[in-house]
């Protein structure tokens, strides 16, 4: 298939792409960034790479774009500014709320305009739609939670469910994203390698996770794959607690566990985007299992040895 990406030029991006080329698609990249500056995309024939601003409606009038919009069957929206990386300012808040409204509306607004819309979108969201409880367990059945990012995740998702009538939807909750060079993971593992690694917080929060190439499998699958529309919960059908997500990460690299991080110094650091770490949710998926979707990777420890070795 003719496919559109945007959002996919990083932490996912990178193993996302060479599967899609690997699959057949052809593919159109958009990114805010200069292509030399970006290790994601291969040099193929198969990829088209459109450099604009998503986020700003003017861009999306460019021919380029639109000629790539016209033969496009499917399209995967992945675009969003990191949420826990960096203090939740003002203005951070304002990048992060407008990386996936405005880049989502812009696309959308396009996608109805075409005389031939796209077979398929897969958007991404983020578990963050349910908000966070220490004991709750929720899948997609949930209704939504009541905070910064739930709030946000509802209004990302309505906006594309506004698609066109003829284009099959899929959105993706997606947890925490786990590979080796970038994301939670990424952060963490410079730390442990040196022994001074340990659970953050009291350690009794829940880490609902997804091993990278499990999503990468599931956008993969739900493109081609009909039967998948609606909303699934992209985590691992096995979430884990915080004192346990270190205690496995220490033992594969075999190193102790030991000191804890305290909340109030990571709310330093990170402001209100520690709460996403802190506070966590146990999020399970229902869905994918009725999809019949195989995981490669449905425990901590087995994600790990694959990730480390």
């Not at 790479?49 to 003017?58: G, L």
């Not at 300012?89 to 880049?103: A, L, M």
């Not at 897969?122 to 220490?134: D, Q, T, V």
């Amino acid at each position: 298939m003719k496919l559109l990406l945007t959002g996919c030029t990083g932490f996912i991006g990178r193993e996302l792409i060479p599967l899609l080329i690997k699959e057949g698609h052809s593919l159109t990249v958009i990114s805010r960034q200069s292509k030399g500056k970006i290790q994601t995309i291969p040099n193929d024939q198969n990829i088209n790479f459109i450099q604009m601003n998503p986020a700003e409606s003017s861009s999306w009038d460019k021919e380029a774009i639109q000629n790539s919009l016209k033969s496009c069957e499917g399209v995967i929206n992945l675009a969003g500014e990191p949420i826990a990386e960096k203090r939740w300012t003002t203005d951070h808040c304002k990048e992060i709320t407008n990386s996936r409204i405005e880049t989502t509306k812009n696309l959308i607004k396009s996608l109805r305009n075409l005389r031939k819309p796209p077979k398929v979108l897969i958007n991404a969201s983020a578990i963050g739609f349910y908000g966070s409880h220490p004991q709750t367990e929720f899948t997609e059945e949930n209704i939504q939670g009541d905070d910064f990012l739930a709030n946000l995740c509802k209004e990302w998702e309505s906006i594309a469910k506004n698609k066109p009538r003829a284009t099959r939807l899929l959105i993706v909750r997606i947890g925490i994203v786990l590979a080796k060079d970038g994301g939670a993971l990424g952060k963490m593992l410079p730390i442990f390698r040196a022994g001074l690694g340990g659970p953050i917080g009291d350690g009794k929060q829940w880490m609902s996770w997804i091993h990278r190439t499990d999503l990468c499998n599931l956008i993969n699958e739900s493109v081609k794959n009909s039967a998948w529309s609606g909303v699934v919960n992209g985590v691992a059908p096995n979430p884990v607690r915080m004192n346990e997500f270190s205690n496995s990460l220490g033992q594969v690299l075999g190193r102790p566990s030991l000191f804890a991080v305290p909340g109030p110094i990571l709310k330093l650091i990170l402001g209100d985007g520690a709460r996403v770490v802190l506070e966590g949710q146990n999020v399970k998926t229902q869905r994918l299992n009725k999809l019949k979707f195989k995981f490669n990777f449905p425990m901590i420890n087995e994600a790990f040895k694959s990730i480390l070795a």
